[in-house]
């Protein structure tokens, strides 16, 4: 089993900040990409930010100069730093992974459950 708990969403006025982490647990061989999606009401899942093992990144440009993104490899965690919250970026937020369980296999896509994210005022 593999698992990705997210922590670290809530409520937050507009020009706040939030930082929302996850860990992932369970058989684990290596952690490729690791990254953060967004899924608002009545709108498709889009992806915020990513990150590969070397701390290579990208952002959606909605994001840039706003939010950062982290990982420790060791730890086989990813952490999203949110500054300058707008309320368009209230959605609820999932974090994925690319993970290899076994030597011999090909990594595959897990998600975490989401958590909420709500900017206003």
């Known amino acids: 089993q593999v698992q990705l708990v997210e922590s670290g969403g809530g409520l937050v006025q507009p020009g706040g900040s939030l930082r929302l982490s996850c860990v992932a647990s369970?058989?684990?061989?290596?952690?490729?990409?690791m990254g953060w999606y967004r899924q608002a009401p009545g709108r498709e899942r889009e992806l915020v930010a990513d990150i590969n093992p070397g701390g290579r990144t990208i952002y959606a440009d909605s994001v840039k100069g706003r939010f950062t993104i982290s990982r420790d490899n060791a730890k086989m965690t990813v952490t999203l730093q949110m500054n300058s919250l707008k309320p368009e970026d209230t959605a609820v937020y999932y974090c994925k992974a690319n993970i290899i369980r076994y030597s011999s296999d090909r990594f595959r896509d897990y998600w975490g459950q989401g958590t909420q994210v709500t900017v206003s005022s």
């Open positions: 369970g058989t684990i061989f290596s952690v490729i990409d």
